[in-house]
């Protein structure tokens, strides 16, 4: 499995992004898809995850703001960003796991990874 990542950019506060990861392979529907972050100097984080079933669970620093979502015939996971914070600029990370883990916020209970794109918020 392959993961593209795409949708980050710049955007001033208070404003809104939809980041999006596209799937190559066979049977997205039954992966565990979720975005992490890492911003400048810090460890990689958790964001949100959706369930190969479709549940979803997300940091407490974004709920309320963010919300995760999965299209199976497109191969594709969505992250809406709403009300930006200067705090979210990181650089945003999608990641996948057959099934699915039961730790949806370990990044190394993750197999595949996309290769990441830049969200920064400007105050």
């Known amino acids: 499995v392959q993961l593209q990542a795409c949708g980050g950019g710049l955007v001033q506060a208070g404003e809104s992004l939809r980041l999006s990861c596209v799937a190559s392979g066979r049977s997205f529907s039954s992966y565990s898809m979720a975005w992490f972050r890492q911003a400048p100097g810090k460890e990689r984080e958790f964001v949100a995850a959706v369930t190969w079933r479709g549940g979803s669970t997300y940091a407490d620093s974004v709920k309320g703001r963010f919300t995760i979502s999965r299209d199976n015939a497109k191969n594709t996971v969505y992250l809406q960003m709403n009300s930006l914070k200067p705090d979210d600029t990181a650089v945003y990370y999608c990641?996948?796991?057959?099934?699915?883990?039961?730790?949806?916020?370990?990044?190394?209970?993750?197999?595949?990874w996309g290769q990441g794109t830049l969200v920064t918020v400007s105050s």
């Open positions: 990641a996948g796991q057959h099934i699915g883990p039961g730790n949806y916020d370990a990044p190394g209970a993750y197999t595949y």
